[in-house]
């Protein structure tokens, strides 16, 4: 399974930015995915999750309200990010777990997840 993060790069504070990641490799597969972000000099956290369905959605405190998770077909999963801040500066990787989530079971440990995508890079300028 890989994992292909894109959409990163440079937008002012109050813009917006999509963040897409496509999962290939899948062989009738089932995966519940999420993002995560790395800001310079901090350990990577967690942003948002998404279930199998779409149906079900999960959000960090510092994002609800600004962002949103989707997936428009099984293996691909965007992260809308509207009203940016320069605190939302990081590198933003996408993850995927095999399997799907109980309600109101959201998967937001970095252990939890054990497919990832490279980094895409999104620096939000003052």
């Known amino acids: 399974v890989q994992l292909q993060a894109s959409g990163g790069g440079l937008v002012q504070a109050g813009g917006s930015m999509r963040l897409s990641c496509h999962l290939s490799?899948?062989?009738?597969?089932?995966?519940?995915m999420g993002w995560f972000r790395q800001a310079p000099g901090k350990e990577r956290e967690f942003v948002a999750t998404?279930?199998?369905?779409?149906?079900?959605t999960y959000y960090t405190d510092s994002v609800k309200g600004r962002f949103s998770i989707r997936r428009d077909n099984a293996y691909t999963m965007y992260l809308q990010m509207n009203r940016l801040k320069p605190e939302d500066t990081a590198d933003y990787y996408c993850?995927?777990?095999?399997?799907?989530?109980?309600?109101?079971?959201?998967?937001?440990?970095?252990?939890?997840?054990?497919?990832w995508g490279q980094g895409t890079l999104v620096t939000v300028s003052s």
């Open positions: 998404i279930s199998w369905s779409g149906g079900r």
């Open positions: 490799g899948h062989t009738f597969g089932i995966y519940t």
């Open positions: 993850a995927a777990a095999q399997g799907d989530t109980e309600e109101g079971v959201y998967l937001t440990e970095e252990s939890e997840y054990y497919n």
